[in-house]
């Protein structure tokens, strides 16, 4: 499922009769639950909430990397991200560079998903070669290999 805004409206009466309904709603996409009484409430699922909680965090993490004066935009974004350190060089500015870019293109369609994903990708990629992982010599096939349908 992707994050998106909340565009299904039910009023709090509908919630009232129909709680299933809304319910299975709110767990595809936010509801607005508008009210006579009082402020409009968004209902939506605590996966969501959480996406949108980290992608803030880690929006704020790099927002103040980038305020750094000091050192280049990798060596900035290592000082908050250390798990960084364990890419080569070359990688820790490819990752800076993926990060700003992800952390761009969430927030302007709203879908932290893109960003969680980016930084967990990079943080495995880190911690793989924190465990040594690299060194490790892979055999590659030369040639197709056939198998049979399970």
């Not at 969501?48 to 280049?72: C, N, P, S, V």
């Not at 761009?104 to 990629?125: D, H, K, Y």
């Amino acid at each position: 499922m992707t994050t998106q805004t909340a565009d299904r409206r039910v009023q709090s009466s509908e919630l009232s009769r129909n709680s299933k309904s809304v319910f299975a709603a709110a767990e595809e996409a936010p509801v607005v639950v508008t009210r006579r009484d009082g402020e409009n409430l968004v209902l939506m699922s605590e996966r969501e909430a959480t996406e949108h909680r980290k992608m803030f965090e880690l929006a704020a993490q790099i927002i103040a990397a980038t305020t750094f004066d000091t050192g280049t935009l990798a060596e900035r974004m290592s000082d908050v991200f250390p798990w960084m350190l364990a890419l080569t060089p070359e990688a820790r500015e490819e990752c800076a560079d993926s990060l700003i870019d992800s952390a761009r293109a969430s927030f302007s369609t709203n879908q932290p998903t893109m960003l969680l994903i980016e930084v967990t990708s990079w943080f495995e990629t880190a911690t793989a070669r924190a465990a040594g992982l690299h060194n490790i010599d892979v055999a590659w096939l030369d040639e197709p290999l056939s198998v049979d349908y399970p």
